[in-house]
């Protein structure tokens, strides 16, 4: 399994990115963590197979995952993004079968200007 995550940059307070994660392989659910400077990687985002989703509480009602299965392809769009959405965000991809396996893509820098 392999994953390409790309779409960070740099956007003002307000504003929107969407981040992508292009997918290789055969997966279960997907998702995306972040890690800003000094913290700890967090969950942002996840979705599974069968489309059901779990979001931080501290992006909820602004970011939303979502799956394209025909491109083999994972989505964060994140509007409303504040300074303290600043971190170097990360998709996952977690594989159950024959066991259970969790893949990283790179990171990509998401930074917000206030």
């Known amino acids: 399994v392999q994953l390409q995550a790309s779409g960070g940059g740099l956007v003002q307070a307000g504003g929107s990115l969407r981040l992508s994660c292009a997918v290789s392989?055969?997966?279960?659910?997907m998702g995306w963590h972040r890690q800003a400077p000094g913290k700890q990687r967090e969950l942002v985002a996840s979705?599974?197979?069968?489309?059901?989703?779990n979001y931080a509480d501290s992006v909820k009602g602004r970011f939303t995952i979502f799956r394209d299965n025909a491109k083999d392809t994972v989505y964060l769009q994140m509007n409303s993004l504040k300074p303290e959405d600043t971190a170097v965000y990360y998709c996952?991809?977690?594989?159950?079968?024959?066991?259970?396996?969790?893949?990283w893509g790179q990171g990509t820098l998401v930074t917000v200007s206030s």
């Open positions: 979705v599974t197979s069968g489309g059901r989703t």
């Open positions: 392989g055969r997966i279960d659910s």
């Open positions: 996952n991809a977690v594989v159950t079968w024959p066991t259970v396996n969790t893949y």
